[in-house]
């Protein structure tokens, strides 16, 4: 996690300086950009994270390693694909989640199939795809993509 703040603010560095140097006012336009963009999705990561933690002292971890764990098998692997599509929201909603759920106990297989879930079964974006791309292409596209986050998930127990 320090590697990646690391670059990303070397990238933010480089990126302002640049901007800078162009001499056009754009590095104050990006700064008003970023704070914005702050604003918009703080509250959204401040009620994640609120939720992350409360699942890790509300729900008892027994029943996230019997539902979840390495021991529930496919059954864990499909309720973590199904679970996964029904997370709202980007990945900085959908990853706090899930990593509560793994840290609690949950399998590789399962966390797995989760976050393929989430990237590939989305209700959410489904809404938006159906709305603004069309039922046909949704329907070919979730039909192409549907067995997907199980194998992942049943690969991952496989192999790791």
């Known amino acids: ?65 019997s539902w979840l764990g390495e021991e529930a098998g496919l059954k864990g692997i499909f309720i973590g694909s199904i679970g996964g599509a029904l997370i709202p929201g980007g990945p900085y909603i959908a990853f706090p989640i899930i990593a509560t759920i793994y840290k609690a106990g949950a399998g590789l297989g399962t966390a797995v199939a989760c976050v393929t879930g989430w990237a590939l079964w989305g209700v959410i974006t489904t809404m938006f795809e159906l709305a603004i791309i069309g039922h046909r292409f949704t329907l070919l596209r979730l039909g192409l993509v549907l067995i997907f986050p199980p194998i992942a998930g049943i690969l991952a127990n496989m192999f790791f």
């Open 1 to 65: 996690m320090i590697a990646a703040l690391i670059i990303l603010i070397i990238l933010a560095a480089a990126a302002s300086a640049y901007a800078y140097k162009k001499g056009d006012g754009s590095h104050v336009r990006g700064f008003k950009i970023a704070g914005n963009t702050f604003i918009n999705i703080a509250p959204l990561l401040f009620i994640a994270f609120i939720l992350a933690g409360f699942m890790q002292v509300v729900i008892p971890p027994e029943l996230i390693k």
